[in-house]
């Protein structure tokens, strides 16, 4: 198979409060819009899609009309930091978990978006203890200048 393209699409009952979330704080340009469906795209060096529908339209099977639940969307960013400052300190936006760094390999935090996606924001950082040995060694070098040990 061959993908043309992969993006997710969010179930919600909160379609404008999201667009408004995610164009304000994440930089994402609207490409289609109707009041049960809005396109997102992110321009950059990679470009990157992300849809909001509402979950009680005629195209969602009958059996599946249900808000988004149970979603973690990984934002990784050069700086973890900065964003931290940017979306909780000023932007004002509730940590669901305080920024941290990880043994496996992560220094992030959390917050939500209007329609209650988790959005991880992380930096990867080099992993510690055990952790070390999880990464493949192709991976390790990539991202850590190193091997996992193995």
């Given at each position: 198979?061959?993908?043309?393209?992969?993006?997710?699409?969010?179930?919600?009952?909160?379609?404008?409060?999201?667009?408004?979330?995610?164009?304000?704080?994440?930089?994402?340009?609207?490409?289609?819009?109707?009041?049960?469906?809005?396109?997102?795209?992110?321009?950059?060096?990679?470009?990157?899609?992300?849809?909001?529908?509402?979950?009680?339209?005629?195209?969602?099977?009958?059996?599946?009309?249900?808000?988004?639940?149970?979603?973690?969307?990984?934002?990784?960013?050069?700086?973890?930091?900065?964003?931290?400052?940017?979306?909780?300190?000023?932007?004002?936006?509730?940590?669901?978990?305080?920024?941290?760094?990880?043994?496996?390999?992560?220094?992030?935090?959390?917050?939500?978006?209007?329609?209650?996606?988790?959005?991880?924001?992380?930096?990867?950082?080099?992993?510690?203890?055990?952790?070390?040995?999880?990464?493949?060694d192709e991976y390790a070098?990539?991202?850590?200048?190193?091997?996992?040990?193995?």
């Open positions: 198979m061959k993908l043309s393209g992969f993006y997710p699409v969010i179930g919600t009952p909160e379609i404008a409060a999201a667009r408004d979330f995610y164009t304000q704080w994440f930089g994402f340009e609207i490409t289609f819009e109707a009041d049960w469906y809005i396109s997102l795209r992110r321009k950059g060096d990679v470009t990157y899609e992300l849809a909001l529908l509402d979950y009680t339209h005629p195209t969602v099977p009958e059996a599946y009309r249900k808000p988004v639940q149970g979603l973690l969307l990984n934002f990784e960013v050069d700086d973890v930091d900065a964003e931290w400052k940017r979306l909780v300190v000023q932007g004002g936006h509730k940590a669901e978990l305080e920024i941290r760094s990880e043994e496996f390999g992560q220094r992030h935090f959390i917050i939500a978006d209007p329609s209650g996606v988790l959005i991880d924001v992380i930096t990867e950082i080099p992993p510690a203890g055990a952790y070390v040995e999880q990464f493949s070098a990539e991202k850590f200048g190193g091997t996992s040990g193995e």
